[in-house]
């Protein structure tokens, strides 16, 4: 019933930017939030950044000041601007949208997407 496709993943230098899109779509009632999570080999999946729909937002301390999460709630879509992208950020990046479907509007479900892969190098 809910799809969310995310994309904009790819190879980019140290100190270059990248841009990521996830649009959600399907018999949806109400996006509470969206947000973006990113997950390395051997490591736990950890909070990117994330934004409610009326546009407050949260960032992990590792991405603060070289992040930014937007949204454009007309067209259930979210975007994380990269800049100053390091190696470390190396990670497939998942997005995720707290939904309250049209089926069951009083509650609320969380949908992946099926992840972009980042990689940074030179």
């Known amino acids: 019933q809910v799809q969310v496709v995310e994309s904009g993943g790819g190879l980019v230098q140290p100190g270059g930017s990248l841009r990521l899109s996830c649009k959600a779509s399907?018999?949806?009632?109400?996006?509470?939030?969206m947000g973006w999570y990113r997950q390395a080999p051997g490591k736990q999946r950890e909070l990117v950044a994330s934004i409610t729909s009326g546009g407050v937002t949260n960032y992990g301390d590792s991405v603060k000041g070289r992040f930014i999460i937007s949204r454009d709630n007309d067209e259930n879509t979210e975007y994380l601007q990269m800049n100053s992208l390091k190696p470390e950020d190396t990670a497939v990046y998942y997005c995720k949208a707290n939904v309250r479907p049209a089926s069951s509007p009083s509650l609320e479900f969380q949908y992946w997407g099926q992840g972009t892969q980042v990689t940074v190098s030179s």
């Open positions: 399907g018999s949806i009632f109400s996006i509470i939030a």
